[in-house]
């Protein structure tokens, strides 16, 4: 069982910066595919960005160039630092672990954590 916590969301105005962090209750290093998905109000729930344990990273394509996923494994925590912000960036950010990744697409793990609101308005 692993548990994930996210923190760091909030209110941004359009074109600012914020970076969430995800706490994992187990060590990361045994972890492969961590991610960042997102749920905007009457929208599916889509990924954001994944990160494999050699560090491999992929992205949606509406955040590249503009979100960086990262990990710290001696702190069990995985980032998403997100830049140049826009309002249909707005939605609750979930992070998720271990997802399963092939050439086409990424399915998400079985382990959610409960969310942080990012809310990008002026």
């Known amino acids: 069982q692993v548990q994930l916590v996210e923190s760091g969301g909030g209110l941004v105005q359009p074109g600012g910066s914020l970076r969430l962090s995800c706490a994992a209750s187990?060590?990361?290093?045994?972890?492969?595919?961590m991610g960042w998905y997102r749920q905007a109000p009457g929208k599916q729930r889509e990924l954001v960005a994944v990160?494999?344990?050699?560090?491999?990273?992929r992205y949606a394509d509406s955040v590249k160039g503009r979100f960086t996923i990262s990990r710290d494994n001696a702190k069990n925590t995985v980032y998403l630092q997100m830049n140049s912000l826009k309002p249909e960036d707005t939605a609750v950010y979930f992070c998720?672990?271990?997802?399963?990744?092939?050439?086409?697409?990424?399915?998400?793990?079985?382990?959610w954590g409960q969310g942080t609101q990012v809310t990008v308005s002026s």
């Open positions: 187990s060590n990361i290093l045994s972890i492969n595919n």
């Open positions: 998720n672990a271990p997802g399963v990744t092939t050439p086409a697409t990424v399915y998400p793990g079985k382990y």
């Open positions: 990160i494999s344990i050699s560090g491999s990273t």
